[in-house]
């Protein structure tokens, strides 16, 4: 049986490229308000480390060697986007398209047969299968973000999102510890209402800390796609607050989340 967060990861791949088949080249060079991104830079660095996923399961050695030749480059002064671009053939807009999707689709095929408990390497520590096929997942969805925005459209999600929320969840103690702060000992409550209108619950004992609202908003928030004060989020309690105002689920160094009002969608619309 396929693993099912490969088959979350496809079809969250194939959203965004739906989203982007047909669009005019010119488009793939426009910045986001993701550190002045290009949406090519953003398919740039999805596919670079999809492969980089890829590697890690199909040959570790090679992977080893991929990723020192990776960080010496940027070592050397070469700037991490021109490098991502590189290795993705130096291609863009429709034809970088086409390579990303050929690759998450290897990608998603390899992990599917893989053994979810299966451990691999990744920049950090390893991890299991499962895990790096969800890092995938929540990849594709954070980094899309931008791109949605960027184009105008409000995504419609899926309740396969519940893998970023449970990483957003598990990640709750890293977060603190990333940042040299003393984890606290009771995690917030959470209920989370789902794409599909379910109620998600974790932690219903916490009577003191609490995060209520949508599902798709406590993604935004700890994979730093949105700021805390631009959702409708409830949140109540000390511990809430600061884990709401410093959440990352992601692997690196500390990084603050977008400023109130700087990530947005440009032009709502279905979509």
């Not at 053994?115 to 920049?123: Q, Y």
Request: glycine share 6%; aromatic share 10%.
């Amino acid at each position: 049986m396929a693993l099912k967060q490969s088959i979350d990861f496809r079809d969250e791949s194939n959203a965004l490229y739906d989203v982007l088949k047909g669009t005019k080249d010119d488009l793939f060079n426009s910045q986001t308000q993701f550190k002045s991104w290009t949406i090519n830079d953003v398919l740039y660095h999805l596919h670079v480390w999809n492969n980089a996923a890829y590697l890690s399961l199909s040959d570790q050695e090679e992977f080893t060697k991929f990723m020192k030749k990776f960080f010496n480059t940027i070592r050397a002064g070469y700037s991490a986007r021109a490098y991502e671009k590189e290795l993705s053939n130096n291609r863009s807009g429709a034809d970088l398209l086409a390579e990303w999707k050929e690759g998450f689709e290897k990608v998603s095929d390899k992990f599917s047969e893989a053994d979810p408990k299966k451990r691999v390497k990744w920049a950090g520590p390893d991890m299991s299968v499962r895990s790096s096929i969800t890092a995938r997942l929540m990849e594709t969805w954070s980094h899309g973000q931008e791109i949605y925005d960027q184009l105008g459209i409000i995504r419609k999600d899926d309740d396969r999102i519940k893998n970023i929320v449970i990483m957003g969840i598990n990640t709750f103690g890293w977060t603190y510890r990333n940042r040299s702060i003393e984890v606290p000992k009771d995690r917030p409550k959470l209920i989370l209402e789902s794409p599909t209108n379910e109620k998600w619950e974790w932690n219903t004992q916490n009577n003191d800390n609490s995060i209520i609202g949508s599902a798709t908003e406590f993604c935004q928030v700890v994979t730093q796609v949105r700021n805390i004060k631009d959702t409708s989020l409830i949140v109540k309690g000390d511990v809430a607050s600061m884990w709401m105002s410093i959440a990352q689920c992601f692997a690196g160094p500390p990084e603050d989340p977008p400023k109130k009002g700087s990530r947005f969608i440009k032009e709502k619309k279905n979509g």
